[in-house]
């Protein structure tokens, strides 16, 4: 798979007079660089690295070269370097650049189990496989724009920057509307208050929905969660900007008024889940750090694993506390719950059915929000045979190869292979190979994208 590949920013910053200091490093005690001692024109160290990174940006399937077809591209670019192959290997292995080891995915170690009683859509069944755990059939033929199933989120969490408006009253305590229309005194104008607290709900039906909310503003009789303390929690989220902490505080509480745990936990504990600290494993370090690079649901890609943990068991303690009284929260349940919430959100909400889709960089499926408490439509794109698997996009599909693959492997646990990406991984590398032999390669033409699975696919059901 192809990765991004930055220079360690205090490198890359690095100006044409800091050459000196930067092959410093790389000086040996009788006073030689890694440099060719010759006459010609021989490349700085940082040059070097420089024009093959700028190779790999401009075909990111040149990744995958080895060194000696790199070397050449390189030479191709720049024919009055004095250069050779493994001067390029050793400046490439000096900097980190060059790494044998497979990308690091974390889909085998991902757990999930049928939900019991789930009721399904017509023309729906959902069936477990060995290779992809919880999928979605089509169980007769359906039409293209045909409308599967309307879903409300399971939990409905507001977005981690909302909350303070609504802790201001100036958005809705349930859906977090932003209230829009006033009276001259600055109330908001059609709101309904809470008696007991400063919070306002956009309507009746958002007040009557707001199951949690004494838990989470001002406790009371019924009430076991210590609400003083989950706001405590509630800040910790905010100044770290932490949405996935944030969303299972609100799953996590939403489980415990389920008192009969008939409803809500078991259709949790049924979704796929991962611990987090598996899932930080992905994360390129590298990457990551130099890029300030986050993760799309907030959870700590720009840190390294030390700064992670501490983050994490800082928000367990916190959230223990808040809980205590009613549950004894582990820090092994914790992870499980981050995990859980980042690979199963769709725009910050939970939705059962829709956790069952697996991913497909064509998809057939198309996935519609309707708003935040109104929750998602199914469509499908195109016609489906019975027996077909529905698959939906986990990523924006305009994004190029390397970045799919990337958001993939490091948010989901897997490196796709769906027909599109291995098509795409095909064209790629025929440009880096046309561009190493000085050839131009054939003009793309628009290709006759294939079915996502073949019909006549024997399911491996376990």
């Known amino acids: 798979m192809c990765l991004p590949v930055i220079i360690r920013a205090d490198q890359a910053k690095q100006g044409p007079n800091a050459r000196g200091e930067l092959l410093s490093t790389h000086m040996t005690n009788g006073g030689s660089s890694t440099q060719e001692n010759t006459t010609e024109n021989v490349p700085h160290d940082r040059e070097v690295v420089e024009a093959v990174i700028a190779i790999w940006n401009d075909n990111p399937a040149t990744e995958a070269l080895g060194?000696?077809?790199?070397?050449a591209l390189v030479k191709k670019n720049h024919p009055d370097w004095s250069l050779s192959a493994n001067r390029v290997k050793g400046l490439l292995k000096s900097h980190g650049l060059l790494s044998n080891a497979p990308p690091v995915t974390y889909v085998a170690e991902t757990e999930s189990h049928l939900t019991p009683d789930m009721n399904l859509p017509d023309g729906v069944k959902v069936l477990m496989t060995k290779a992809r755990g919880k999928a979605l059939y089509a169980s007769k033929f359906l039409e293209q724009g045909q409308e599967l199933w309307t879903e409300p989120p399971m939990v409905v969490v507001a977005p981690l920057a909302v909350v303070p408006l609504m802790r201001k009253a100036l958005a809705c305590a349930y859906c977090a509307r932003p209230f829009q229309t006033r009276s001259k005194e600055g109330?908001?104008?059609?709101?309904?208050?809470c008696k007991d607290c400063i919070a306002r709900w956009c309507s009746p039906k958002c007040r009557r929905a707001d199951g949690i909310h004494a838990s989470t503003w001002h406790g009371g009789t019924?009430?076991?969660v210590d609400s003083s303390k989950w706001q405590k929690y509630e800040s910790f989220c905010l100044e770290n900007e932490w949405t996935a902490a944030y969303a299972y505080g609100i799953v996590l509480l939403w489980i415990l008024r389920d008192v009969k745990k008939i409803d809500l936990e078991p259709k949790i504990a049924s979704l796929a889940k991962v611990r987090q600290d598996v899932r930080q494993k992905a994360i390129d370090p590298e990457f990551a750090v130099a890029s300030n690079a986050k993760m799309p649901f907030g959870d700590g890609a720009g840190l390294l694993s030390e700064q992670a943990e501490t983050l994490w068991k800082e928000g367990y303690e916190l959230l223990k506390q808040a809980v205590s009284t009613c549950r004894e929260l582990t820090y092994e349940e914790y992870l499980y719950g981050l995990g859980m919430v980042n690979i199963n959100n769709l725009d910050g909400n939970l939705f059962l059915i829709y956790s069952h889709l697996n991913h497909s960089c064509e998809p057939n499926v198309e996935v519609k929000v309707l708003g935040r408490t109104s929750g998602i439509k199914v469509v499908t794109?195109?016609?489906?045979r019975n027996g077909e698997e529905l698959f939906t996009c986990y990523v924006n599909p305009t994004d190029p190869l390397p970045k799919r693959r990337h958001d993939l492997r490091?948010?989901?646990?897997?490196?796709?292979?769906?027909?599109?990406?291995?098509?795409?991984?095909?064209?790629?590398?025929e440009v880096a190979e046309s561009q190493l032999r000085g050839t131009t390669p054939p003009p793309t033409t628009e290709r006759t994208r294939r079915k996502s699975v073949r019909f006549d696919e024997k399911v491996d059901l376990v």
């Open 67 to 71: 060194i000696p077809k790199l070397h």
């Open 187 to 193: 109330t908001p104008v059609g709101a309904s208050d």
């Open 222 to 224: 019924n009430v076991k």
């Open 381 to 384: 794109k195109r016609p489906i």
């Open 410 to 429: 490091v948010n989901w646990g897997f490196v796709c292979n769906c027909n599109r990406c291995k098509e795409e991984d095909r064209e790629a590398t």
